[in-house]
Each structure stands twice: as structure tokens, then as C-alpha cells.
């Protein structure tokens, strides 16, 4: 009987040890990303004040390069240099695939589909997009809204000046990686 009790007790104390670490680990993750916003926010305030890359620590390997708000359905990021997935933790990222945000051509912005994009499946045709750079807003209306396969989905670098967003598809799937994406394209408004 008294093998049981201790066997019990180093069980607890295990137990306890365990939980305690877990919780003390997600409180770290979710105090680096609390603390990963403002200190964006504050980088995209000095950016929009001298004009200058400002990036929001040390060793981050992104700054922020604008601000989108898509108004109809409550979105409001900022958007970061590069779409790396270490990029994509922190916010939305344009690809240097296609040209700045203050440049008339094609500009591709990715984001997670449960996190900072998650917002886009209520977007609408006709709904307005708002790209603020350090040189002024530019506006774009939604014009088309499709599910493609990013291993066969291309536009045309001299589609005009367009604004697409991607994140994965479907929306509230449990998988990740597949090649299904959800691409919203908007045209500039003149």
C-alpha cells in the first residue's frame, strides 16, 4: 500500500510539473506575439514618419511596407516585406514576386487563413480595399473571388494594376500545406 501512495504521489508531482511548464510555455508564445504586434505597429509609425525600412526588432528579417483595411469586413494589418512563413506569423506579407504597394502593376499579399486573413471569406464583389503606404492611400475594388491551385494559378505581370490576396483553402480546415488557395483580385480605383 505504501508503494502505491508514493507511486501515486511521483505521479502528481509530475503531473503538476507538466502542466505547470505547458502553461508557463503558451503564456511565453502569447506574450511574444502581443508584444510582436506593438512593436510592428511602432516600426510602421516610424516608417510612415521618415520614409526610412524601420524594422519593429533587431534581427527581424521583415519591416513593415503598408497598412490594409478592407472596411466591409472589419480587416485592419499591417503589411510586412516578404511572405516566408516566418513572415506570415506575424502579419501579411507582400511577395517580391509582384511590385511595391505604391507601384501601378501587380501586388500579391499572402496571410494565414486562421489568423490575420481569416476575415476574407465575408469579402465581397464591389467591396473596397485600402492600401496605405508612406506615399498615400491607394483604393481598389474587388472584382473576383475564386478558389485556384497554386501549383497551376499565374496572372499576368501586365494585367494592369491589381491587388491580389491569397490564403490557404478551405477556411476552417484542420490540414495544412495543400495547394488550394483562395485568391481575391481587386482593381485599382482611378
Not at 506575439?33 to 521618415?50: G, M, P, V
Not at 509582384?98 to 501587380?106: E, N, T
Not at 494585367?159 to 485568391?183: H, K, M, Q, W
Request: a positive charge; charged letters at 15%.
Amino acid at each position: 500500500m505504501r508503494a502505491v501512495r508514493i507511486l501515486l504521489g511521483f505521479i502528481v508531482i509530475v503531473s503538476l510539473t507538466m502542466g505547470v511548464w505547458h502553461l508557463s510555455h503558451a503564456t511565453w508564445i502569447y506574450s511574444k506575439a502581443y508584444a510582436a504586434t506593438y512593436l510592428i505597429t511602432d516600426a510602421w509609425k516610424a516608417t510612415q514618419a521618415n520614409g526610412q525600412i524601420n524594422r519593429p526588432w533587431s534581427w527581424a528579417d521583415t519591416w513593415p511596407v503598408g497598412k490594409l483595411t478592407i472596411p466591409a469586413v472589419g480587416l485592419n494589418e499591417i503589411v510586412l516585406a516578404g511572405d516566408s512563413g516566418a513572415t506570415l506569423a506575424f502579419g501579411p506579407g507582400l511577395s517580391n514576386a509582384g511590385v511595391p504597394l505604391d507601384s501601378a502593376g501587380v501586388k500579391l499579399i499572402s496571410g494565414h487563413r486562421d489568423t490575420h486573413f481569416s476575415k476574407l471569406q465575408n469579402l465581397a464583389i464591389n467591396d473596397e480595399i485600402i492600401i496605405e503606404t508612406v506615399k498615400g492611400n491607394r483604393r481598389y475594388v474587388v472584382i473576383d473571388m475564386r478558389v485556384v491551385d497554386s501549383r497551376l494559378y499565374a496572372v499576368d505581370p501586365a494585367a494592369g494594376d491589381l491587388l491580389l490576396l491569397s490564403t490557404c483553402y478551405p477556411f476552417n480546415s484542420i490540414d495544412t500545406g495543400g495547394p488550394e488557395r483562395f485568391v481575391i483580385r481587386a482593381r485599382a480605383v482611378v
